[in-house]
Every structure is written in C-alpha cells, then in structure tokens.
C-alpha cells in the first residue's frame, strides 16, 4: 500500500511560519506514540519531501483501522500546490471568495483535460505565488465580477491545496476523523484533506 498518501495541508500557515509549526505537531504527534522522530526514505514518493517518521508504538491512534502496517509521516514546508488522485496537476475548479461564483476549468465529465484560455491565468497565478508568496501576479481574476483576488483567497476543491505545509501519510490506512480533525486544532489554520496515488 506504500503508493497511497493521505494528505492533510494547512491552508492558511506561512511559509516563515511553517517550520516552526511543523515542530510543534511532530513533538505532539511524538508524544502520542504515533510517530518517532527516526526518518528514513522507506515508501515515501512525495514530489517536495526524500524521507518521512517512522511510525510510533501508537501508530493505530491516527486511523480508523489496522488492516496494514503504515508507511511514514513525511513533512513538507514549502509553497506548494498539493494534488490528489492520480498525479492530476490542474485542478477542477475555483470559488470567486468575493461574489461566490464557482469558475469551472475541466468540465467533468465531459472533458478530462482544463480549458486552457480560462486555466491558464490562475495556473500562472498559482505558479506566481509559489514563487514569491505575494504580491499583484498572485492575483486571479474571476470572470463574473471583475475583481481580482490571491489565489490562496479562492476556494479550491480539497484535491487542489494550496499550502505551505502539508503531512503527508505514505502508506497508513484511512485516518481517523477525530485524528484529523485534532492535528487541525493543533495548527490553528483551515486544513484540506486527500488521498493521492502514485
Ligand atoms: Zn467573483
């Protein structure tokens, strides 16, 4: 099972932040048995991290059940936009955070492939951010009202997160709901959660 991931990305954190909040996790996640602090590259495919935890004593406490022995916990700081199902780059859609109106880019299921003229600003914009964090070029603007918004202010399907943290989970069977939702309270930030393949 060691080419699943289950993904959990904070969605609001900062990059300079990011380390920082990534320790903090790891110590409570260490202190629960469900890691070690011992890293090493077993099963981790990830395209930002080389090596993930090992799985503590008390690994179970983070899934629904144990129907197989877990991979490891990678972590990755960094903008990144992180991507679920099967190595899908673009994502299905984006939110207008000001008038709410929902911008198609693939029209499933008619089509596969995004509809370039519309992708391709918010892809750049998406690009421009991961590079710098901020500024006018992260900027995308939604066609029905004309304002121009940071991409990381639209709201994206949970397949298509925006962040500049995320943990990874190689390998573990299904977390647990309660598990997900405390590692949320613990970063204090909006999370996006979902299972990718490799
Ligand atoms: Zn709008």
């Known amino acids: 099972m060691g080419d699943y991931v289950e993904r959990v990305v904070d969605l609001e954190v900062t990059q300079e932040e990011a380390a920082e909040a990534a320790a903090r996790v790891i110590d409570w996640l260490v202190a629960e048995g469900v890691v070690i602090r011992e890293t090493d590259a ?18 179970t406490r983070a899934v629904v059940h144990d129907g197989w022995g877990p991979g490891r916990l990678a972590v990755v700081t960094g903008r990144h936009h992180h991507v ?29 492939e995004p509809d370039e003229a519309v992708w391709a600003p918010f892809r750049a914009a998406v690009e421009a951010w991961e590079a710098t964090g901020g500024g006018e ?62």
């Open 42 to 59: 077993t099963g981790v495919y990830g395209l930002h991290a080389d090596e993930g935890h090992l799985p503590g004593p008390q690994w």
């Open 84 to 112: 679920g199902g099967q190595g899908e780059d673009d994502a299905e859609y984006a939110v207008c955070p000001h008038c709410a109106t929902r911008t198609t880019f693939i029209d499933h299921p008619a089509s596969f």
């Open 137 to 198: 070029a992260t900027r995308a603007t939604c066609a029905a009202c004309g304002v121009a918004t940071p991409v990381t202010d639209w709201q994206w399907p949970d397949e298509y997160a925006l962040g500049a943290l995320s943990f990874d989970f190689w390998g573990f069977p299904p977390l647990a709901d309660a598990f997900v939702a405390g590692l949320t309270r613990r970063l204090g930030h909006r999370t996006a959660r979902h299972l990718g393949k490799f």
